[in-house]
């Protein structure tokens, strides 16, 4: 399924919301109709939780099917909460907190930032169980901005370079495209939630950026 929906007042969905084809963790103050909605779309259980105490989920963590890397200031009652949802917890040692915007992965791979070090690389590898390239997008540093990615489809930076298209088909094993949301914003990762199941994108998203959405997502062949 595929929505424009106003989830937190501003465009930038992915800043406070993460998901995973199992699970989407939402901020404690989002309110239960906006939950029900995020459910319905991408099929997956809400848990309300909080990353370092704050609702910058999206920016303060990045996740797949096999676990959640965090800010090295994540709380021991978040840490314990991740574990029960069956998730291998990792907080990545660096002075760079906003793990979800310099990472971006699936089940298959993980493109991050390259100024991240060796060990925060193998964390991150290690947690996910994928392989890590590093390499900027659009000459930018901020992945997970730049890239939606499911274990589907990618979704990347209109200002993104073939060169760049392609390593993230190579790095995260499925298709994908260049696009935009909420009329014209390029940051697509901090615009938009995701998973194998469906997406939602800035409220303002135009009718051509959904249908690419659509198709760089992979859900054309869906009957929604």
Do not use: W
Request: with cysteine; proline share 3%; net charge negative.
């Amino acid at each position: 399924m595929l929505r424009r929906v106003d989830i937190v007042g501003n465009p930038n969905i992915g800043v406070f919301i993460l998901a995973t084809d199992d699970i989407a963790i939402v901020p404690y103050n989002l309110i239960d109709e906006k939950a029900e909605i995020i459910k319905e779309t991408l099929e997956v259980d809400v848990v309300k939780s909080s990353i370092s105490g704050s609702n910058l989920i999206g920016s303060l963590a990045v996740a797949n099917s096999n676990g959640i890397v965090v800010s090295p200031h994540v709380l021991d009652r978040e840490v314990k909460q991740f574990e029960e949802l069956g998730l291998n917890v990792a907080a990545i040692p660096s002075q760079y907190t906003a793990v979800g915007n310099i990472v971006a992965c699936n089940d298959t791979g993980a493109i991050i930032s390259p100024f991240l070090s060796e060990d925060a690389k193998n964390i991150i590898e290690n947690a996910l169980d994928v392989d890590a390239e590093a390499h900027s997008i659009s000459g930018s540093d901020i992945i997970g901005s730049m890239v939606k990615v499911t274990n589907k489809g990618f979704l990347i930076s209109k200002n993104a370079t073939s060169s760049e298209i392609n390593l993230a088909r190579k790095v995260f094993g499925v298709e994908g495209d260049i696009g935009t949301v909420g009329k014209g914003i390029p940051l697509v990762g901090a615009c938009s939630i995701a998973n194998s199941n469906g997406a939602i994108v800035a409220k303002g998203s135009t009718g051509p950026e959904m249908a690419r959405v659509e198709e760089a997502l992979g859900f054309l062949d869906d009957n929604f």
